[in-house]
């Protein structure tokens, strides 16, 4: 006899563990790891949806008292039982109900109605289907006699056949009469299943380029690695605009000759714009896409599209990392750095380590790239996980732009108290005087605040940290400084610790302020701003970059979102507002964020033929972020930066997990919080950091305290993290309590 385990399909933490069932002999054929099952449930014996994620020979409990399944659901089960096992994956490395990280492997489980054209066909000659419309008449069938009379209209008879549809509603067959012909044998009826597909036919014109010596390279090295079976992961680093889009459409253009599939990630906010026109200008058919904002029926198709081999490519954003390939020889991850391939729900995964581990299980390639690599990808180069390509130069005819980097504490002693710098104002007035157009980008980040002074630039942080403190506002006032890693506290100074500049504060910068402050002191420009705010609904932001790219404005004012991944030729001029705004963002990666976002913005300017001018304005324009950003360093960047990381334990040398406790009871969080504290215990291997407040330390009713754990072994971690999770299956009474768990 044989038994399945079964996870049930309901996100309970009680339930998320195997049940065993008894497979009915005459499904042990069908029921594999991966497939679906009905299963009886419970007292009542509720008919659930549950998955097989184990076979076993060996009853666990009373033969006669285990249950059967009731039934196995036909799908196609090669790709499930894989991303069956990626869920497992998830579960054990991320820390999340086996339930939450099905969900995340497998979004499309439901059934939609499917869209079926059918078309009617004669079984005959045109002349013989003449004589039997005849017939009919003299019988007054007259329903039979449209029906024929539809077919014999027809231009091409035999090849385009007659909507069925229209046979019903135009020609008013009733659908019985359209049966018994068919049984008559005088006509046949077709049916082909439509997809939804969400990229509009549009003609799009294939512009391949040929290759220059560095791309070249690239796809050399790769196609002779893939054709000799070698599969291992690679890391593009160049520059923007090196043509690295263009390689990954090589890449996956030998993969999918070769029979396999290739799935190609990227951000999520480039998702409607030129990428996924130029693959699909490129593979036509081939490709498809798969994102959140599809509606059900056409997420549904795309999944049944890819399982039944009718698409060899999909474009998405994190999620597109689970389309049910079961012959995947590619997973490609552009702007690699992006923090849109972290989840921030349950499991927390990060994209690229799924990849990778997708990757490994399937024997795939991961080629990931990027003009600023995250440390992590950078320094898996270093140890060898990955294999390092390197392009310098730029592969259109655009040349790089001027940067320059002004000090705002010059300005100070100036008495320029504008958020313009005396040079920025000149090039501004400059740029609308030729009628070039203009971005300029408020780098900040999240909610991110923090107290600096602008007198010496720098910015208070915690000393065991190093990241900055957030200021607690009592009565409109900062009266606190806080740690959010490590939990210390200091009182706000009176006078700046570096230098005794009364000049201290917190500091803030809003693109709406921004909007109002450029429309006064540049009244002959039109503006356009894009931020939260302005970019709601679904088109908000192809409707104002659109707008801009049509030279309906001179200059554009936003947040990140601005400058990544959009090409506009008539842009001489980008000015980042305050550099020190991502700089002082409280947590370890600051450093490196502003550096990628530095490099990007000045990526923006002078694409096409026209040069292009950068200037970062800043209160610490020595800060090696800012300086190497300006040199296009990316190198120098990075060895300053791990040894900050090495020096400190951050990752990627070391690494992190976020413990996030949550309830709506204060009390109970914080007691359960110093519990928590108390269960991972002192090892020698392992740092705690908290508990402490995170950046909300209330948020939707819900009281939250966070606690850091540092260990130099992920597994340490993944042990943590298993201790907790016993501690609060046993736990009565922090029942209502949740605990969530982020790797960083
Ligand atoms: P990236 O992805 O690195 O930003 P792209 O692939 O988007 O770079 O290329 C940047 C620009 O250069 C695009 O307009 C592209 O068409 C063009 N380009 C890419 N490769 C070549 C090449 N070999 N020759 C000429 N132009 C190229
Ligand atoms: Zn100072
Ligand atoms: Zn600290």
């Known amino acids: 006899m044989l038994f399945a385990e079964v996870i049930v399909d309901i996100s309970v933490k009680s339930l998320d563990r195997p049940f065993q069932y008894r497979i009915p002999e005459q499904m042990e054929e069908q029921a594999v790891i991966g497939v679906p099952v009905i299963i009886p449930f419970g007292k009542g014996n509720r008919e659930r949806k549950g998955f097989i994620v184990g076979l076993s020979n060996t009853p666990q409990y009373d033969i006669n008292k285990t249950k059967a399944i009731i039934k196995v659901e036909k799908q196609g089960v090669a790709a499930e039982s894989h991303l069956l096992s990626l869920a497992y994956w998830m579960k054990e490395n991320y820390g999340a109900t086996m339930n939450d ?31 039997v419309r005849e ?19 027809l231009k091409d008879l035999r090849e385009e056949g007659l909507l069925y549809e229209d046979a019903v509603k135009m020609l008013n067959v009733p659908n019985k009469v359209i049966k018994e012909m068919e049984q008559l044998g005088i006509i046949r009826i077709s049916s082909k299943r439509l997809y939804r597909n969400p990229l509009e036919e549009k003609r799009i014109a294939d512009n391949r380029k040929r290759l220059n010596e560095g791309q070249q390279a690239i796809v050399d090295t790769f196609q002779k690695d893939y054709d000799s079976g070698v599969r291992k992961n690679y890391l593009i680093h160049g520059v923007t605009g090196s043509g690295k889009t263009e390689v990954y459409m090589n890449l996956i253009e030998h993969v999918i000759r070769n029979g396999q599939q290739a799935i190609m990630l990227i951000p999520e906010i480039a998702l409607t714009f030129q990428t996924v026109n130029r693959f699909y200008g490129r593979f036509k058919e081939k490709v498809s896409v ?144 030729k009628e ?134 008539d842009v001489t001029l980008v000015g980042v507002l305050a550099a020190d705004l991502s700089l002082n963002a409280s947590d370890f990666r600051a450093a490196e964020r502003t550096f990628a976002l530095l490099a990007q913005a000045a990526g923006r300017a002078g694409r096409a033929e026209k040069p292009g001018d950068v200037v970062f304005q800043t209160y610490q324009p020595e800060h090696y972020s800012i300086t190497c950003a300006a040199a296009g360093d990316y190198e120098n960047f990075y060895r300053q930066e791990i040894a900050v990381r090495q020096m400190l334990h951050y990752p990627p040398i070391s690494n992190i997990l976020e413990v996030l406790v949550f309830s709506k009871e204060q009390k109970k969080t914080v007691l359960l919080s110093e519990q928590v504290h108390k269960i991972i215990g002192a090892e020698k291997e392992i740092t705690i950091l908290g508990p402490g407040d995170p950046v909300f330390a209330k948020l939707r009713d819900f009281y939250r305290r966070v606690l850091f754990v540092k260990a130099v072994r992920y597994q340490t971690l993944c042990e943590v993290k298993d201790r907790i999770e016993d501690f609060m299956q046993e736990q009565e009474e922090y029942k209502d309590c949740t605990v969530t768990f982020r790797f960083n």
């Not at 910068?509 to 302005?534: C, N």
């Open 101 to 131: 990280a099905i969900k995340a492997v497998m979004p499309v489980r439901k059934e939609i109605q499917q869209k079926v054209e059918r078309r009617i066909f004669p079984a005959f000659t045109e002349e013989k289907l003449r004589e």
């Open 135 to 153: 017939l009919f008449e003299k019988k007054h069938n007259v329903a039979r006699v449209r029906l024929l009379d539809g077919l014999l209209g």
């Open 290 to 433: 798969m994102h959140s904002r599809l509606s059900a029926g056409e997420r549904y198709d795309q999944y049944q599209r890819v399982k039944n081999n009718e698409i060899q490519i999909i474009i998405g954003p994190r999620s597109a990392l689970f389309a049910p390939f079961s012959n995947l020889g590619l997973i490609v991850i552009d702007e690699e750095h992006e923090t849109s391939y972290q989840s921030d729900t349950m499991p927390k995964y990060h994209a690229r380590e799924v990849a990778i581990q997708r990757a490994k299980m399937l024997s795939a390639s991961v080629v990931a790239g990027s003009a600023t690599p995250s440390l992590e990808a950078y320094y898996y180069c270093q140890t060898g996980k990955f294999q390092l390509f390197t392009l310098k130069e730029r592969a259109g005819n655009a040349a790089f732009p001027t940067i320059q980097i002004v000090d705002l504490r010059e300005e100070m002693k100036a008495k320029n108290y504008s958020i313009f710098s005396r040079t920025l104002q000149e090039k501004i007035e400059a740029c609308l005087e």
């Open 436 to 569: 070039e157009q203009i971005m300029l980008f408020i780098n900040r980040r999240g909610y991110a605040s923090f107290v600096s002074c602008r007198e010496c630039g720098e910015a208070i942080r915690c000393e065991s940290c190093s990241v900055s403190l957030k200021p607690h506002i009592y009565h409109g006032k900062v009266s606190l400084l806080k740690c959010h890693y490590c939990g210390a506290q200091k009182p706000m100074p009176v006078v700046c610790p570096f230098c005794g500049s009364r000049y201290i504060g917190t500091f803030g910068l809003g693109t709406q302020q921004v909007e109002e402050i450029v429309k006064k002191q540049f009244p002959q420009a039109r503006v356009l701003r894009m931020d939260a705010d302005t970019t709601s609904g679904k088109n908000g932001h192809s409707r104002i970059l659109q707008a801009f790219a049509k030279k309906e404005a001179d200059i554009l004012v936003g947040t990140q979102m601005i400058v990544k991944g959009h090409d506009f030729s």
